[in-house]
């Protein structure tokens, strides 16, 4: 079998098996272990993206450092403190913008853009208004940057998937917009009810899917470059 298999499997077990200790440990008010069980899982992510091909394609170039910065950003967001919270905070966006560049890399269908752009306008407005009376002033402007980023990020991978891009693009980075308004809830609006028991698993789930549509794009760029038998050759270079 080959090793790229076995390292994918691998890495899915690690993903799953990391999100669920964390979850468990975050719900047992355990930070270090929380703190373990998190990097572990997000370790897992990284991983799963290289045995699919992330260093093989652009696409998988720019998915694999959207990975690598999301790592960092966990790793701020579980100190749980409010001085790093901006830190994570910038990490995740340079994330998302990492995943603008990948999927601006493949074909995208404008006209599923713009109605996926309406319908993400509409959810990050009603996000917004209900986040604003709990967002401080001095945060109101890195949340409007963050919201309005992801918002762009969300919008082109259902626009890649209108192109015929996987479906693994758009399902990923609308489970990822979803965890990240999990943890805004949380850190803004502290329900009473912890969000990350539904929020983390959304958020692994997503950066699972978007690790392994790097290995379509490799497929994509080797079936490219095989010639097509099915017509004659016309002897034209």
């Not at 990490?91 to 319908?119: D, E, K, M, N, P």
């Not at 709990?134 to 409007?144: D, E, F, K, N, S």
């Not at 992801?150 to 259902?158: D, E, G, P, Q």
């Amino acid at each position: 079998m080959d090793w790229r298999v076995n390292a994918t499997r691998l890495a899915i077990v690690a993903i799953v098996a990391g999100c669920v200790c964390l979850v468990l440990t975050n719900l047992a008010d355990y930070p270090t272990p929380a703190l373990v069980a998190k990097l572990f899982a997000s370790s897992g992510f990284i991983a799963l993206a290289v045995s699919t091909g992330a260093l093989l394609t652009r696409y998988g170039n720019w998915v694999l450092a959207a990975l690598c910065l999301s790592w960092a950003g966990d790793a701020f967001l579980e100190l749980e403190t409010r001085r790093y919270f901006l830190p994570g905070l910038g990490s995740f966006l340079l994330a998302h913008i990492c995943y603008v560049i990948a999927f601006a890399t493949c074909r995208v269908q404008w006209s599923t853009v713009g109605l996926a752009a309406i319908a993400v306008g509409v959810a990050s407005g009603i996000a917004m208004y209900w986040l604003s009376p709990y967002v401080g002033a001095t945060m109101t402007l890195p949340v409007w940057a963050y919201v309005t980023v992801i918002s762009v990020m969300v919008t082109l991978a259902w626009g890649v998937r209108g192109a015929g891009g996987t479906w693994f693009i758009p399902i990923g980075a609308t489970l990822f917009y979803l965890s990240d308004l999990s943890v805004a809830a949380g850190q803004f609006v502290k329900p009473d009810f912890p969000n990350y028991v539904w929020g983390l698993p959304l958020y692994y789930a997503g950066q699972t899917l978007l690790a392994l549509s790097a290995a379509s794009s490799l497929q994509a760029q080797v079936s490219s470059t095989v010639p097509d038998r099915s017509t004659p050759e016309t002897g034209h270079p």
